[in-house]
């Protein structure tokens, strides 16, 4: 169980959260993943990693670093929502495997929580420089700024209590977290941070940057449209 903290000022030293870091054949980047999350937590935060069934050694390699490690079926929500039930402090931030947190991570949380807000999301920056890489990100920045309406890489980070007030990440296969931006916006506007998080460009460095933007879009508009996450999932992935 979540369990919020009824103080609504973080003072320093004091636990600000946990961040939950879901995971699934991770083992490649894990090290580096560990060791950049840990420096920055600075131990105001909890680090839970929560596995969703890895075959690659990522298990193993979780072992040498003071981080609460659980289990679940695979899938971000799922995972995600598993990692939060062992969660302690004020704060819950969702963060990927494949994204690098700002240095200053601790004081842009403690800004959030001197508002009144209840959740938010960064900035996002490619790990490659080429410039199509730095136009999807602007994309991505300049949409979720008009919309209020964020995607996983971005880091989501909300209030403990307000995470259970929605009950959680919906049980879906695909669009996670567009579905949850949508419960939470009705309730309160994000908190942009503009410092960006800095995530793998990997996606689209695979399939191609036209295609994969193409893509995603797709995605994104037949969901609202009404298409199952589950026939979703068979696109993407398929």
Partial sequence: MVVPSNNSHSMSGEILGTIVVPVLNESAGIDQCMQDLLA????????????????????QRLA??????????????????????MAEGP??????ADTRLPADFNL?????????????????????????????AWFMNRRSALTGVCTGDQTFFMRAAFFLRLQGFAQLPLMEDVEFSLRARKLSVPFRVTQPVMTSARRWSKHGVLKTMLLMWWLRLAYRLGVSPRRLHAWYYG
């Fill in 40 to 59: 920055i937590a600075h131990n105001r935060w909890k680090v839970v990693v929560c596995d969703g069934g890895s075959q690659d050694g990522t298990l």
């Fill in 64 to 85: 040498a670093y003071p981080v609460v490690v659980v289990s679940s079926g695979p899938g971000r929500a799922r995972q995600m929502n598993a990692g939060a039930e």
């Fill in 91 to 96: 704060l819950l931030v969702f963060v990927h």
């Fill in 108 to 136: 842009l949380m403690e800004a959030f929580l001197a508002t009144g807000l209840q959740w938010g999301r960064f900035d996002v920056q490619l790990d490659n420089p080429r410039w199509p890489y730095r136009m999807i």
